[in-house]
């Protein structure tokens, strides 16, 4: 009988370790988390073989996009220099006189990071005086800003589950977007819904037909920017304030007052809304009205507001910054203490006019986003990249830095849309540094030149 050339062994405990001669081994892993998204799923299964993800479950779309993208990672020096293999002493060095000569640096991206990365590049930036911005600028920034004008009724994703009988999607589609959010939160069992999406109610509100509006119970479809009336409307309806037939302005306005009708007598309602409401001309005031409209249903039921966040670990980004400086995003150093100045400090802003005159871009998935100018003055000053291997962007880097990935070949701590943090296992291994190791050398080099 020819003997199995593999050999299966499960990883559920870190503590065991697969050993033997058998050419080909294969691991599987369970209680995997994908930081694909803001959901950080912690439940999947990966098969490992010869350092090599070849399956995985349960199935998500954009955890295929990821793990399939890890399959085909290049085999890449660490470090280059103007496009040149170098040692990564040399290439630290190199970095760190490029920002020693630097009137104004910035730290940009950390979205991709992971909690330690994050810390390191808040202790680059007190060392050097640099100003430190994360992807929320370019984000939910201004959701971020109506949290501290109006604060937030919150809860964790958990909570949702076992005890939401009303959960509404506000300009966000989840089934493009998050696509295992409906599965775990709504569909899936709760303490008071052991029978999963029966007895809960999904509603999309969107000014669009999207994935989620078609599986929804209710879609209630807006005009595109009128989302800032709709919330005035519901606001005024839940607190039993007349409201002039005239000021629906061609709105549907039997639905939204079975809408509000809905809110005010839900026993526990969710209101998840997307990076769309956030980004429009008024999406700080319309975020505004959304967190006090669930403060007033306060009042009557239990209800609670959250984000849907971009994918990789921007939530712990923020957190990060707060404790660290005080403040979540936006944040100069430059006179030994942090100042809080969205707009003045952020990226984008720093870059178009002139002010940065060399950037660390911890990951730098966002620089496309960047306005033309931002993009034009990247292009000409030095730039220092740290971000995993097959990643090519419209920037031509100085020192290049090809760090290993968060969850995949280190372990590290994300956090989920929630606040809440989740560990991540390493499933895979690499010989590629992380880039809160190349942060802290750059920390120690960079030390003695501000002396």
């Known amino acids: ?72 990672q290049p085999d890449v020096p660490a470090a280059l220099i103007d496009g040149q293999p170098v040692d990564i002493d040399a290439a630290i060095q190199h970095a760190a006189a490029l920002l020693d000569r630097s009137s104004l640096p910035l730290i940009f991206g950390l979205s991709r990071s992971s909690t330690d990365g994050q810390r390191r590049a808040c202790e680059l930036a007190d060392k050097l005086g640099a100003v430190i911005d994360s992807t929320a600028s370019r984000g939910h920034g201004p959701s971020i800003l109506a949290f501290q004008a109006a604060g937030e009724s919150t809860s964790t994703l958990g909570e949702v589950r076992h005890r939401a009988d009303l959960v509404i999607y506000w300009n966000s589609d989840p089934l493009y977007s998050h696509p295992r ?9 709760g303490q008071h819904f052991p029978n999963g999406r029966q007895g809960r109610h999904v509603v999309v509100v969107d000014n669009r037909e999207t994935a989620t509006a078609a599986v929804a119970d209710t879609f209630l479809q807006i005009p595109r920017g009128s989302d800032f009336e709709v919330l005035s409307l519901l606001r005024c ?23 509000a009708d809905r809110m005010r007598g839900c026993q526990f309602g969710a209101i998840f809304f997307g990076i769309r409401l956030a980004a429009a001309g008024n999406g700080h005031a319309a975020v505004e009205a959304l967190l006090r409209l669930g403060t007033e249903l306060n009042d009557y039921t239990r209800f609670v507001v959250r984000r849907m966040r971009v994918p990789g670990d ?44 060399c950037v660390v871009l911890v990951g730098g998935e966002r620089i496309s986003r960047l306005s033309d100018a931002a993009q034009r003055q990247l292009q000409q000053i030095p730039v220092i990249l740290l971000d995993p291997a097959g ?53 120690t080099a960079v030390a003695p030149l501000m002396d």
């Open 181 to 189: 959010h409906l599965e775990r939160f709504v569909e899936s069992p």
């Open 1 to 72: 009988m020819k003997a199995d050339s593999r050999l299966t062994c499960n990883t559920n405990d870190p503590a065991i370790v697969c050993s033997g001669s058998i050419p080909a081994v294969t691991r599987v892993i369970s209680n995997v988390a994908c930081t694909r998204c803001g959901c950080v799923c912690d439940d999947l299964t990966v098969t490992v073989e010869s350092n090599r993800i070849v399956e995985f479950t349960p199935d998500c779309s954009l955890a295929r996009e990821w793990f399939n993208w890890l399959r085909d």
């Open 314 to 357: 921007v939530t712990g980004a923020d957190s990060v910054l707060c404790w660290q400086t005080g403040y979540p995003f936006s944040i100069s150093l430059s006179r030994g203490y942090p100042r809080y100045g969205p707009g003045e400090y952020s990226a984008e802003n720093l870059l178009e006019r002139g002010e940065a005159d």
């Open 391 to 443: 990643l090519n962007w419209d920037v031509q880097p100085q020192v290049r830095f090809h760090t290993a990935v968060y969850g995949i070949h280190c372990r590290a701590t994300a956090y989920r849309m929630d606040e809440v943090p989740v560990p991540l296992r390493k499933i895979l291994d690499s010989s590629l540094p992380t880039d809160h190791e190349i942060l802290a050398r750059l920390v």
């Open 237 to 259: 309806l839940v607190k039993g304030i007349p409201i002039d037939p005239e000021q629906f302005a061609g709105l549907p306005e039997e639905e939204i007052k079975a809408l």
